[in-house]
């Protein structure tokens, strides 16, 4: 059967796919935040002296990354209902399923990536820092966040396209994104060809734009590179030496 360019142009400007992707897109954002939100305090926490919290973090980290993330899906989905009558209420969605089970399993990624960051650091301009009397929590803010964030950055946006991806997932859960919207108009007209090649452009066009975001956000990083930020901190250290 030869590629039917009507069928392919009429849902790849319908309202309906638009609305799918922006679900995708949506799912990805929320979902990669939150895991950045828990893997941050995670990372920190490996690099702590407390063996306890340690443990437990490699132990979340462990189960997390052990099971797939389809079975996460299908656990949040079908199986916390079970638990508690709280999942059972209207607010629960299939969005809400999703956004949790890729929160809590893009974490468990996302901390290494973080740990890496933190531990690249300079030692020397944490140590100065200290030296002039600022308080962790500036040195944290001031000097450690920036740097870390600057050599997280391309991992951490190759580790949310992974996860763009991922939200095709949700389509066993029913939630209406661009995997999904795709097999029910692929079960009701049988065009295979043109509706996974529109659902092929879409992820293929989110990627592109998130590829130039990333360069975008490296140069604007560009001043946290190790020579730029030894003399930013030194001029900031004699700034508050006078």
């Not at 132990?59 to 059972?88: D, E, H, K």
């Not at 009397?133 to 949310?160: C, Y």
């Not at 879409?202 to 998130?210: D, K, M, N, P, R």
């Amino acid at each position: 059967m030869s590629f039917n360019l009507d069928v392919f142009l009429t849902p790849l400007f319908s309202l309906v796919f638009m609305k799918a992707a922006l679900i995708t897109v949506a799912l990805a954002v929320a979902a990669h935040a939150g895991a950045i939100l828990i893997s941050v305090p995670m990372a920190l926490g490996l690099n702590s002296g407390r063996r306890l919290i340690r443990a437990m973090i490699r132990v979340y980290v462990g189960v997390f990354r052990a099971i797939p993330t389809l079975l996460w899906m299908l656990f949040f989905w079908n199986a916390m209902p079970q638990f508690s009558p709280i999942f059972r209420e209207s607010w629960y969605t299939p969005f809400m399923a999703a956004w949790i089970a890729l929160v809590v399993n893009e974490a468990a990624y996302q901390v290494e990536i973080n740990r890496a960051a933190l531990n690249a650091v300079d030692r020397a301009q944490i140590q100065a820092a200290t030296a002039f009397g600022f308080h962790p929590l500036q040195i944290f803010r001031l000097v450690t966040l920036p740097q870390a964030a600057r050599i997280a950055l391309p991992p951490t946006v190759n580790e949310f396209i992974t996860l763009l991806k991922a939200t095709s997932l949700a389509s066993v859960i029913s939630l209406q994104e661009l995997m999904t919207v795709t097999n029910q108009a692929v079960a009701t007209t049988f065009q295979f060809q043109e509706y996974y090649a529109v659902a092929a452009l879409y992820y293929l066009v989110i990627v592109t734009v998130l590829t130039l975001f990333q360069s975008r956000l490296e140069r604007r990083f560009d001043w946290t590179t190790e020579r730029k930020a030894g003399r930013g901190l030194m001029r900031l250290l004699g700034g508050r030496a006078r």
